[in-house]
């Protein structure tokens, strides 16, 4: 193997390195965004539940008010 041979050879696994750790930082800024999407999947969940405990209220209140009578 000559020197130019060498250095491409070089040049090439420096492009495979970039190129992944291109990738492995793109996984970690998913990462970061992560706790932000399970934040509002948590507070859309909150809001679902109050949701159905007002609805549940309403019709026990509405059925109550039809069987008293």
Same mark, same amino acid.
């Given at each position: 193997?000559?020197?130019?041979?060498? *250095?491409?050879? =070089?040049?090439?696994? +420096?492009? @495979? /390195? &970039?190129?992944? *750790?291109?990738? =492995?930082?793109?996984? +970690?800024? @998913? /990462? &970061?965004?992560?706790?932000?999407?399970?934040?509002?999947?948590?507070?859309?969940?909150?809001?679902?539940?109050?949701?159905?405990?007002?609805?549940?209220?309403?019709?026990?209140?509405?059925?109550?008010?039809?069987?008293?009578?």
């Amino acid at each position: 193997m000559n020197l130019l041979q060498v *250095l491409n050879e =070089i040049h090439r696994a +420096l492009g @495979e /390195i &970039r190129h992944e *750790l291109g990738t =492995i930082q793109g996984e +970690l800024v @998913e /990462i &970061r965004r992560l706790s932000y999407r399970v934040s509002m999947l948590e507070q859309s969940q909150s809001w679902l539940k109050g949701g159905w405990a007002m609805l549940a209220a309403a019709c026990g209140y509405l059925f109550h008010g039809m069987y008293v009578r």
